[in-house]
């Protein structure tokens, strides 16, 4: 079974929850004691509702084909609080006991469930997620948000995040129907170990200390590659690509490119 369920105590739980189990499942402490719902000493702990989920997955009372679900819990210590109840969301309602901050079961199956396990689940870049997997703005893609990042589908691209930075610049200029359209990699380190970018259908978006987040489109990222990028003598992009009188432009550290629309010719000035 693709996929997880995650809780902000640590757990993986390759499975579809449905609610009936969680909901009667209530929390009475910091990893507390197992006890029947509403006898003296309250209900079962966090621990014992994981290690419940466990066994249930174990035994086979829940299945789902490449369906996970991902636990976020409110309260102290990025886990419950001293008292709360267990709650779930299963297509997009959600169902919570009667005391505290309720916990939410977030959907993160198929291929950006694949995704989120190969980055390492909770404990990955992303760390959990915050909604069930929904479709993109474009009617295409599909994508899950999570504590730092986001990470989107689209059939021709494959599961890919974005996060920091560069998830806000590519926010900024419209995410997957904007002029980037979709991540094509996740976020990696530049060559001089000190920045960090993104690969996207209409470009590349590079990030450093000195200069944040600037994307780098077209025939002006190809001169920037073949000079070297970043490691090479214009150094980091400083804006994003602009339009000049007769083409385009873009600034780095130590100079411009800039791309004439009637020979396609790209400069360095």
């Given at each position: 079974?693709?996929?997880?369920?995650?809780?902000?105590?640590?757990?993986?739980?390759?499975?579809?929850?449905?609610h009936t189990l969680l909901s009667g499942c209530q929390l009475g402490g910091e990893g507390g004691d197992i006890g029947a719902q509403g006898a003296a000493g309250g209900g079962f702990g966090f621990g014992a509702c994981a290690r419940l989920l466990e066994v249930a997955v174990e035994s086979g009372v829940l299945a789902g084909e490449g369906v996970g679900l991902g636990l976020g819990c409110g309260g102290r210590g990025g886990g419950?609080?001293?008292?709360?109840?267990?709650?779930?969301?299963?297509?997009?309602?959600?169902?919570?006991?009667?005391l505290g901050v309720p916990c939410l079961l977030r959907r993160v199956h198929g291929?950006?469930?694949?995704?989120?396990?190969?980055?390492?689940?909770?404990?990955?870049?992303?760390?959990?997620?915050?909604?069930?997997?929904?479709?993109?703005?474009?009617?295409?893609?599909?994508?899950?948000s999570f504590q730092r990042g986001v990470t989107y589908w689209s059939p021709?691209?494959?599961?890919?995040?974005?996060?920091?930075?560069?998830?806000?610049?590519?926010a900024a200029l419209g995410s997957e129907t904007g002029l980037l359209g979709y991540p094509t990699t996740d976020e990696g380190g530049s060559r001089d170990g000190v920045g960090r970018y993104n690969g996207f259908q209409g470009g590349m978006t590079f990030w450093s200390p000195a200069t944040g987040a600037n994307a780098v489109q077209g025939a002006?990222?190809?001169?920037?590659?073949?000079?070297?990028?970043?490691?090479?003598?214009?150094?980091?992009?400083v804006t994003d690509e602009y339009a000049v009188p007769g083409g385009r432009r873009s600034d780095f550290q130590r100079g411009s490119l800039v791309w004439d629309a009637a020979t396609g010719n790209v400069t360095v000035q």
């Open positions: 079974m693709g996929g997880s369920l995650v809780g902000q105590a640590g757990f993986g739980v390759g499975a579809f929850v449905a419950l609080g001293a008292a709360g109840a267990l709650g779930v969301q299963v297509a997009g309602e959600a169902v919570s006991g009667d291929a950006i469930g694949s995704h989120f396990t190969a980055l390492g689940e909770e404990r990955g870049p992303l760390g959990y997620p915050t909604s069930d997997e929904s479709t993109a703005r474009d009617g295409v893609g599909r994508f899950n021709t691209t494959g599961a890919q995040e974005v996060h920091g930075a560069i998830r806000d610049k590519w002006i990222l190809g001169r920037w590659l073949s000079m070297g990028a970043e490691a090479g003598s214009l150094g980091y992009p």
